[in-house]
């Protein structure tokens, strides 16, 4: 597997993966991805200016596109504090076709996030998840993170965080 940077051709990709877990999540009774989320269009824009800026990445096998996320230091306003923000990379739409089911997507993109972040001397990796997903939160656990907070009354709302260096991270 290979991880590069995203394409502004893959922009419908990503949106069409999107639609595709937001069905799946449906059919098992959650919102997250679907009309409680961010729109359509809106999404695309978000999307497009992250691969613009350099901030989306794709993990690939055997040339195939099979997992995306997107690491960068932005966060929706009120959710992480000054501090927070400052020392931290942020996560964003790691998503991949249901199609990729059981395979090891996200770890291979996490160990990117966390070298990002160590090149750029940041401690943390931050990201908000769906505040009622709670197998997402189990999803993100696993993954090496650690469950901080909720903010209340904010759809992707729960706050997860992860040493960038330290046990089980990368060594200084």
């Not at 990201?127 to 999803?139: I, R, V």
């Not at 209340?152 to 330290?166: D, H, I, M, T």
Request: aromatic fraction near 10%.
């Amino acid at each position: 597997m290979k991880i590069r940077n995203a394409t502004t051709s893959e922009v419908d990709l990503i949106a069409q993966w999107r639609a595709e877990r937001a069905a799946w999540l449906a059919r098992k009774g959650r919102d997250q991805w679907g009309s409680a989320g961010l729109r359509d269009t809106a999404f695309l824009e978000r999307v497009t200016s992250s691969i613009e800026d350099g901030e989306t990445w794709m993990l690939t096998k055997d040339g195939e596109p099979i997992g995306t996320i997107a690491i960068d230091h932005w966060s929706d306003p009120g959710l992480w504090s000054s501090n927070e923000l400052s020392d931290a990379l942020f996560l964003h739409r790691l998503i991949s076709p249901v199609s990729s089911g059981g395979r090891d997507v996200a770890g291979p993109l996490v160990s990117h996030a966390l070298g990002l972040a160590a090149q750029q001397q940041r401690h943390w990796l931050r990201l908000d998840a769906w505040s009622t997903n709670t197998g997402l939160h189990q999803f993100w656990i696993r993954q090496g993170f650690e469950y901080l907070r909720t903010v209340p009354k904010v759809a992707s709302g729960a706050l997860f965080q992860r040493p960038v260096y330290g046990d089980g991270c990368i060594e200084v």
